[in-house]
């Protein structure tokens, strides 16, 4: 067996790192192109009939979660998500809390105490011919 000299283990080393380099990115570019978000999330929620909703009413949605309103204006509903970094927010005798960072809404969503500085997001709502209310968070 001949003596291998310093220069072809240096060769032979670098040629072996190159081809694991290769092999490590060829492995992560197929994992990458391979990748399955999963599936679409639900955008519109059906809340039932409008009459389960009497005037007045501030329903929580915590499936959802989004707040529905009725009032004399009609119906509105606002995203309980946090506009700061997305925790979900808490209804309190002052409007909405994040538990998360310590943001305060008001009853309308607006901000009252940051850190959030954008107020909470309004959320379309359907009433259709039967009188059905369709949330679509989209």
Do not use: W
């Not at 240096?10 to 999963?38: E, M, S, V």
């Not at 501030?58 to 925790?87: D, M, N, Q, W, Y």
């Not at 002052?94 to 309004?122: E, N, T």
């Amino acid at each position: 067996m001949p003596e291998l000299s310093r220069r072809d283990f240096l060769k032979l080393a670098r040629d072996g790192f190159l081809y694991l380099n290769g092999a490590l990115t060829l492995g992560g570019l197929l994992r990458f192109l391979d990748y399955n978000p999963g599936p679409a999330q639900k955008t519109a929620f059906d809340l039932g009939p409008a009459s389960n909703y009497p005037l007045g009413s501030r329903t929580s949605l915590p499936e959802i979660p989004a707040f529905l309103i009725h009032s004399e204006k009609g119906f509105t509903a606002l995203s309980l998500v946090c506009t700061h970094l997305g925790c979900t927010v808490a209804s309190d005798a002052k409007g909405f809390a994040c538990a998360c960072h310590g943001s305060s809404y008001d009853v309308d969503g607006q901000v009252m105490h940051g850190p959030a500085v954008l107020p909470l997001r309004s959320l379309r709502i359907e009433i259709t011919e039967d009188n059905q209310l369709i949330l679509h968070t989209d």
